[in-house]
């Protein structure tokens, strides 16, 4: 027999069954619209970030700066030896730093996340790139004049000649009239630029002494290899490029950070495929049991084994392909509702015309295409095994395989998967953490292989309480969940996925916050405290004000410090006041005030460094200088300082003036005073710097819970896919078991049951399998997140937390979702006409 005819077969049934067909290719669709999507997004990023950074250093032959971040720069005597090197023609230093500017009612100018930056205008004659287009007025002439990008004096309300105030980090509010609005190629996005006469950004961004880095033109004598080549030997403990290089540099970091974005936004991509495989490999297992007689037909009139496994493989070809088109579409849509809502909540990101690229059509098509088939592979394989003869007795279609083998391969991997689990939380770090990932993926095969026998206790046990008071309704319903153990198990896996992850990163936020409280109530003794931007800190000067409120005692800011600890980069920080005043530190050796060059160490530090009480530490700043520091004191280790703490007398040497802002200003109040009078004192104290809070020590608690919930509702709002392909699992499920039972369906409504009892235990079915899922997974994700979080001990999350109140709503949840995905597969059983149906076997 030619496969000509077999193909006919698969292409009219797969005609035939328009409704299965259409559930199939929904689940193909929503995970291959996942993954381009989430390729169609980064690169438009990427693509229009390499457009906007590829005049980064334009018209700059080389750029000499520091190797460190965050050093407070290049020295200004480097100057003249720059200039001095032959083959420069001239030589730019660049003064430029983080600002916030304020709008026409006194407000800051949103950014969304894009830069804010004030930056030193030069004349056309001065400058290497391109000058500005000025649309409205000109440079500034004066100290106490900007000129602003279009985009920001739009969203600012500003106009040239109009007032405003522009805050920097270390020197505080400054008073500023537009003088000009110019266009820039940066001009999307949220960013702020804000243009300085050169003798004021020098006076706002630097310590004087230095500047960021030096822009260098050749006079064409020397490529610009040779020049660096010249000004490296020059000036050997700096940082020389070409222009070209520091291009290729930004977008190297640009593609790194988006590459991070489209691996997280690529995992959720697999889940929603994951979850997709199981739905299609239910789909095609049903398929194949429901017309085992169909392919015995065609086995008897001469259809060899590999033709039937053909036209079963052949229709899941189909789908693959014609759900992987749609999904390739449906992606690209993904990604512009992505950009349109991160635009609408003003997240800074550039604007582009979306990039669809070849890999991500290929990718997109072999994923779909790939899990479509082969999910299909098994079923059509077992269908080939089954006799003709045997295929076509009615029995045949009920038969159950043994599942004594894999029940036992899963109990081993059950026992290995919570050894693993056990074991990596009893550490901390990236080795315990993949320790318990081993353990969590034992876990879930464990349970891939085991739910097949779990689901007859489990749902037996659940139909004793959910079924029983529906009388003989809901004994059916029982009964119909447990004698299929394979499919009630597939059904319910995809939606236990779903489920264990999002417990999993519930376990995770309520424990981030539980430790963010007891880190606060424990570690920190000061009724109110000010915070700024996190980019910025607390603006000079806020400090001071708050100092003088009538009722505070006493104003201590926390600042950021890196340094070179031995052989290790780390983050410390430096107080500008008495340590033991505002937090509370458990001192286990020596003194808790500092003075000096000494520093405190934080005990896992001082084992890590080999260190004690009166040992000389030398602490190498990002310039490079080193500085010997005696340790004073060892504290239990406290995520609120870090490492080790250093006193205000070290700021000088280890934090850049132009960066000396601290991250938070804890403030003491004296005994008797009432908060509310404080607080209205610090709020008008304040006002005038317009970005800083005032916050209390429950509000401080307050405002990190907030952060947390933000990035947990996007994390959740990605798993959302996961969990509606697995409701849209649940009815495809039963809306083909449905067809696989019209006979049985039809026989009782023939003996007297009614369209509504039918219903009602389709329903009932529904809500056991979904209730089913949703215990194996929550439990799962309990046992997860708490393995995750106890490696995270170091991190600062020091407690497990379980949401109890938010795991009963989701297990709540699912039996709705359980019940509402029976609707219209109940519905669609009711309807079954009883004659037709027996008639119909």
Do not use: C
Request: hydrophobic residues 50%; glycine residues 12%; negative net charge.
């Amino acid at each position: 027999m030619s496969s000509n005819p077999i193909t006919k077969v698969a292409l009219r049934n797969i005609a035939a069954h328009k409704v299965r067909l259409l559930l199939t290719v929904l689940s193909v669709v929503l995970g291959t619209a996942f993954v381009t999507g989430s390729f169609v997004f980064t690169d438009t990023l990427q693509r229009t970030f390499d457009s906007i950074f590829a005049d980064v250093a334009k018209g700059v032959d080389v750029r000499v700066g520091t190797e460190q971040s965050g050093a407070s720069g290049v020295p200004v005597e480097d100057i003249d030896v720059v200039a001095a090197v032959p083959g420069v023609k001239a030589v730019v230093p660049a003064y430029r730093g983080g600002v916030i500017v304020l709008d026409s009612e006194g407000a800051a100018i949103q950014t969304g996340g894009a830069p804010a930056e004030g930056v030193a205008y030069l004349p056309p004659d001065r400058a290497l790139g391109d000058p500005q287009t000025y649309v409205a007025g000109g440079p500034p002439a004066a100290d106490g004049e900007i000129a602003l990008n279009s985009s920001a004096a739009t969203r600012g309300d500003l106009a040239v000649g109009d007032t405003t105030k522009v805050l920097t980090a270390s020197s505080g509010i400054l008073p500023v009239t537009v003088s000009g609005i110019y266009d820039v190629e940066t001009d999307t996005g949220g960013y702020v630029g804000a243009l300085f006469t050169e003798q004021q950004a020098r006076d706002l961004f630097t310590d004087g002494r230095h500047v960021q880095y030096l822009d260098v033109a050749s006079d064409g004598s020397v490529s610009p290899e040779e020049l660096r080549d010249e000004v490296a030997a020059a000036l050997p403990d700096l940082k020389v490029q070409t222009g070209a290089e520091v291009t290729e540099d930004v977008k190297s970091d640009v593609e790194q950070a988006l590459s991070f974005l489209n691996y997280f936004l690529l995992a959720f991509g697999a889940i929603a495929l994951l979850v997709g495989t199981f739905i299609i490999y239910n789909t095609f297992s049903m398929i194949v049991a429901q017309r085992l007689r169909e392919l015995a037909l065609l086995r008897a009139i001469g259809a060899s084994r590999q033709q039937v496994g053909r036209s079963v493989t052949l229709e899941a070809l189909v789908v693959g392909v014609v759900g992987s088109a749609l999904g390739i579409a449906g992606g690209v849509a993904l990604a512009y509702g992505l950009r349109a809502a991160l635009n609408a909540a003003d997240v800074g990101l550039p604007s582009g015309s979306l990039q669809l690229a070849p890999r991500t059509v290929i990718i997109a098509l072999l994923v779909g295409v790939v899990v479509t088939v082969v999910s299909a592979y098994a079923p059509a394989r077992r269908a080939t095994k089954v006799p003709p003869v045997a295929a076509m007795r009615e029995e045949s279609t009920a038969t159950v395989e043994s599942l004594r083998v894999r029940t036992v391969i899963g109990a081993v991997a059950a026992v290995a998967g919570v050894a693993g689990v056990v074991i990596g939380a009893q550490g901390t770090g990236g080795g315990a953490a993949a320790t318990v990932g081993i353990g969590a993926l034992a876990l879930i095969l464990a349970v891939l292989l085991a739910a097949p026998a779990l689901s007859k206790p489990i749902v037996g046990a659940l139909g004793a309480v959910f079924a029983r008071p529906f009388g003989a309704v809901g004994r059916l319903a029982r009964t119909n969940a447990a004698r299929n153990p394979r499919r009630t198990a597939a059904t319910a896996f995809a939606l236990t996925l779903g489920l264990m992850l999002v417990s999993v990163i519930a376990v995770f936020g309520a424990s981030a916050k539980s430790s963010v409280n007891t880190l606060v109530d424990t570690g920190v003794k000061s009724e109110f405290m000010l915070m700024g931007p996190q980019m910025m800190g607390v603006p000079a000067g806020a400090e001071t004000a708050a100092a003088g409120v009538p009722g505070v005692t006493e104003a201590v800011g926390v600042y950021g410090v890196q340094a070179k600890f031995g052989d290790d980069n780390e983050f410390g920080a430096a107080m500008s006041g008495p340590v033991g005043n505002v937090l509370s530190l458990d001192i286990t050796a020596g003194a808790e005030q500092l003075a000096g060059d000494e520093m405190l160490v934080s005990v896992d530090t001082a084992a890590k460094h080999g260190v004690q009480v009166g040992s000389t530490v030398p602490l190498t700043n990002r310039d490079g200088d080193t500085v010997e520091t005696t340790v004073a004191g060892i504290f239990e280790d406290n995520q609120v300082v870090g490492p080790w703490v250093l006193s205000a007398d070290m700021l000088d040497r280890f934090v850049p003036a132009a960066a000396r802002a601290p991250m938070v200003v804890l403030l003491n109040t004296a005994d008797g005073s009432d908060p509310e009078t404080v607080r209205a004192g610090l709020e008008d104290a304040t006002k005038q710097f317009v970005v800083v809070q005032v916050l209390d020590r429950e509000q401080f608690k307050g405002q990190q819970a907030a952060q947390i919930d933000t990035l947990l509702a996007v994390l959740y709002g990605l798993l959302a896919l996961a969990v509606v392909i697995a409701i849209l699992g649940i009815v495809n499920t039963l809306a083909l078991s449905v067809v696989e039972r019209r006979r049985e369906i039809g026989m009782l409504r023939a003996v007297g049951m009614q369209r509504a009892q039918v219903r009602r235990t389709i329903y009932l079915e529904s809500l056991l399998i979904a209730v089913f899922g949703a215990v194996i997974g929550l439990v799962l994700g309990l046992v997860f997140g708490w393995g995750f979080v106890r490696t995270l001990a170091d991190q600062g999350l020091g407690e497990t937390t379980v949401p109890w109140g938010q795991v009963l709503a989701m297990l709540v949840g699912s039996g709705v979702v359980g019940v509402l995905a029976a609707l219209w597969p109940g519905v669609r059983a009711a309807k079954t006409p009883p004659l037709e149906a027996i008639a119909d076997m």
